[in-house]
């Protein structure tokens, strides 16, 4: 792998090295765990509290769908909240325009 620099912190990393975030958890002495690409926590806890439960069989494919579902309802209100604040956005070109 090539080694490069991160010009922020001055860090040296591999290229083609990816961040990840891990969780382990414990429900009931079975253990779950979650591994998310990117700094995510909460998806990460999540998704190990999620394999805990599915190795329990706690966890059904309609509760799974029903969690998809709720999941793109949350997408779909954040991207109408970001379409509201955009219209809000000003383009500062314009003003030196004037």
Not at 14 to 36: D, M, R
């Amino acid at each position: 792998m090539l080694r490069a620099e991160d010009s922020l912190d001055q860090q040296e990393f591999l290229l083609g090295e990816a961040l990840t975030t891990s969780c382990e958890v414990s429900i009931n002495t079975v253990p779950g765990y979650g591994l998310c690409l990117g700094e995510e926590p909460v998806r990460a806890y999540c998704s190990a509290v999620l394999d805990s439960l599915r190795e329990q069989n706690l966890i059904d494919p309609v509760s799974i769908a029903a969690l998809q579902s709720m999941h793109d309802k949350l997408i779909e209100d954040q991207r109408a909240e970001y379409a509201q604040i955009l219209r809000t956005q000003v383009d500062f070109k314009l003003l030196e325009q004037e």
